[in-house]
């Protein structure tokens, strides 16, 4: 597929055919703001709902205060929550001088259909902890001096926690809200299958193409703003090696 158009995403999605993505990850405007693109979308869940497969997750990145509203909206939909993920960024922003000074944004996974039949990957990390153990033998006393000791065995993967700190992508990015592609992948394996599809109708500087590409699976989105598709063009062809025609 690997196909980015451009336009409301509730009308290009409109000709898209129905049931053909395993999984969405997107990140819409959160309208928290006053800026001119910060402006809330409606109406866009029951077209990505159509175009997913009936057995199907849907990831959204967001302020509480976005998230918050759209409970209702994906049960109407069919979907119901699954868990959430929180990304604690190295600096936040605050739009009061009285409140705690934010520092993270959540990404909720929904899904549709039997949890049996969703596609889930658990993901790894290879941080756990080292553990010291006791062998289970013969006392010192005995005169087996050596098999009375402690030992340490080493770490091995533990399922990947739910608070995940990142960079985030100030100074770097292209796109005013753009996510680090770290954010972006484990979220992308857990929830679409190798060579699988993957839908973002909020498609920005091309973040979720790029993290798909890199993980062999396909991606199909949305754009409002054409000004982005030289940037989606220039990230999509690094990460093919490609150059510029």
């Not at 336009?7 to 990140?27: L, S």
């Not at 006053?34 to 990505?48: A, K, Q, T």
């Not at 990831?59 to 759209?70: D, H």
């Not at 500087?205 to 754009?223: D, F, M, N």
């Amino acid at each position: 597929m690997n196909l980015i158009q451009f336009g409301d995403c509730r009308d290009v999605m409109f000709d898209w055919p129905e049931g053909m993505a395993d999984a969405c990850i997107t990140d819409p405007p959160y309208g928290d703001t006053s800026l001119d693109w910060d402006r809330r979308v409606e109406g866009w869940i029951p077209h990505v709902a159509r175009v997913l497969k009936p057995a199907a997750s849907i990831w959204v990145f967001g302020s509480l205060r976005f998230l918050a509203p759209l409970f209702p909206q994906m049960l109407a939909a069919g979907f119901r929550y699954s868990q959430d993920i929180v990304w604690e960024k190295q600096n936040g922003t605050g739009f009061h001088n009285d409140r705690f000074r934010r520092v993270h944004e959540h990404a909720v996974m929904f899904y549709r259909g039997t949890w049996a039949d969703v596609y889930h990957a658990t993901q790894y990390t290879l941080d756990a902890t080292a553990k010291t153990v006791r062998r289970k033998t013969r006392p010192t006393h005995t005169g087996h001096i050596e098999a009375g000791h402690y030992v340490s065995e080493d770490g091995g993967p533990r399922i990947m926690r739910s608070v995940l700190r990142i960079r985030n992508e100030h100074g770097r990015a292209v796109h005013p809200t753009q996510k680090p592609e770290e954010l972006v992948a484990p979220l992308l394996l857990y929830s679409v299958p190798p060579n699988g599809l993957v839908l973002d109708p909020f498609m920005g500087s091309g973040t979720t193409a790029a993290v798909a590409l890199q993980h062999g699976r396909q991606y199909l989105g949305c754009e409002l703003n054409p000004e982005y598709k030289p940037l989606q063009d220039e990230r999509i062809r690094a990460v093919r090696k490609e150059t510029p025609a």
